[in-house]
């Protein structure tokens, strides 16, 4: 009787048990991989009325050409945002910004398209100095969606000597960060890389 009553849990508790464990392992996973984009100060060099734009440094701009494209998600990071708009700046290739007496140079606003997709092309942004160190290279983002919490972010590159523990910012910027860290790989004559972008659903 023991016996037959052990078969029958064994058939019909225990694969439901074996689910479960596996479905909220599969949850953990998921919980873990999707976070939304974390958020950086907004530093003193922005500036509101940047032109609509997806080329920020003109032809004669001095640095490396790099074109950054990538997905702003809603919370779930893998709903697309159609219409989100990216407000983008950054410093020259010495490390200097510029303002809109210059045209508003390295700086741009960007509307995704129907699938969430944005592209822009500039050149790579100089390290600079702050205080008594130095910034790691770095593009300022700010972006919004109607229904989302915007988020003020800074974009890294992986391998710059700079980025934290190194970063004269700070506990204020997060350089350290892996989802703000991404590799360049050269596209032809000049780098490209891929930044996606999870915003967080308004409360
Ligand atoms: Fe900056």
């Known amino acids: 009787m023991t016996q037959s009553l052990d078969r029958r849990w064994i058939l019909t508790s225990l694969p439901a048990a074996i ?4 479905g909220a392992r599969a949850l953990a996973s998921t919980t873990e991989a999707c976070s939304a984009t974390g958020s950086d100060i907004e530093g003193p060099f922005y500036l509101a009325g940047a032109p609509r734009r997806t080329v920020l ?7 490396k050409r790099l074109r950054i494209g990538g997905t702003v998600f809603g919370s779930d990071c893998k709903t697309p ?3 989100a708009l990216l407000d ?3 410093a020259d290739a010495e490390g200097n ?5 210059e045209q508003y140079r390295l700086r741009g606003q960007i509307l995704t398209d129907a699938r969430g997709r944005y592209e822009f092309e500039t050149i790579r942004p100089g390290n600079y100095k702050l205080d008594e160190g130095w910034r790691p290279a770095h593009i300022h983002f700010t972006v919004s969606s109607p229904g989302h919490e915007p988020v003020t972010t800074q974009l890294y590159f992986r391998g710059d000597p700079y980025l934290a523990p190194h970063d004269a910012c700070g506990d204020e910027c997060h350089s350290g960060d892996p989802h ?3 590799p360049l790989a050269a596209e ?5 890389g891929r930044f996606d972008i999870n915003l967080r ?3």
């Open 19 to 22: 689910a479960a464990l596996f």
């Open 57 to 63: 440094a003109d032809a004669k701009e001095k640095g």
């Open 81 to 83: 945002l159609a219409g």
């Open 88 to 90: 983008i700046w950054h």
């Open 97 to 101: 910004y510029h303002d809109a007496k």
């Open 180 to 182: 703000r860290i991404i």
């Open 188 to 192: 032809g004559s000049r780098l490209a």
């Open 201 to 203: 659903t308004s409360r």
